[in-house]
């Protein structure tokens, strides 16, 4: 089982251009959470999606947008990057039936 | 006031000690979480736990749910427990976790 993959693991973007990044949940789970960590900070919920529906959100932005396929991998889309959007970006999956959540590695996006 | 709280931001020590990491939380949680998280950002969970106490090799956690408040133990620590170590709820009706800012713990040897 690889566990909870991400992609890319480091991406440098320039303001205002477009973001995507991707996750994998571990074999079983159904729920993937999005969160966002800046420097020195604790993770900040971004959302999470289940039956390829957004079911929670958390304050962030409409440029945050997300979509979950059939298979239950996901997307984040950041649009309009600020110098802010830089972060280490977590997805967090688990299963419906048991809330223990199991990381990714992270996606580091640096904003210039 | 954050809803989730730790204490220390940072610890050293040195190899061999005993280590104590607290966190408080004002909210309703159906569950706590101990995470670790090394330099490079990848998160590990170490423990999920609604009551009672629970250990895993040199690791402890324990949860007061009237009090609201958990400890994460390290007995005989080692340089490679060096990372930060974070705590985060899970609250009632949903699924998201709130975190805490972390302890950076620094063990020497």
């Known amino acids: 089982d690889a566990g909870v993959t991400q992609s890319p693991t480091h991406l440098i973007k320039t303001r205002g251009q477009q973001v995507t990044l991707r996750c994998s949940p571990k074999?079983?789970?159904?729920?993937v959470s999005w969160y966002q960590q800046a420097l020195g900070q604790g993770p900040q919920f971004i959302f999470q999606y289940y039956e390829e529906e957004e079911r929670q959100r958390g304050n962030f932005p409409d440029r945050f947008s997300g979509h979950q396929f059939p298979n239950y991998s996901s997307e984040l889309n950041v649009n309009a990057l600020l110098l802010g959007d830089s972060a280490l970006y977590l997805c967090a999956s688990s299963s419906l039936m048991n809330t223990e959540a199991f990381f990714g590695q992270g996606t580091r996006l640096t904003v210039v | 006031k954050n809803e989730v709280e730790q204490s220390p931001q940072n610890l050293t020590a040195q190899e061999g000690e005993f280590i104590t990491i607290n966190c408080s939380y004002s909210?309703?949680?159906?569950?706590l979480h101990w995470l670790q998280q090394h330099p490079g950002g990848g998160i590990v969970s170490l423990f999920m736990l609604s009551s009672g106490k629970k250990k895993h090799g040199r690791l402890i956690a324990t949860i007061n749910i009237q009090e609201k408040h958990s400890s994460l133990h390290i007995t005989a620590s080692h340089p490679r427990d060096s990372a930060v170590y974070i705590c985060a709820v899970g609250s009632y009706n949903t699924d998201k976790l709130i975190f805490g800012t972390g302890t950076r713990l620094q063990v020497f040897p």
């Open positions: 909210v309703g949680i159906s569950a």
């Open positions: 074999s079983g789970h159904d729920t």
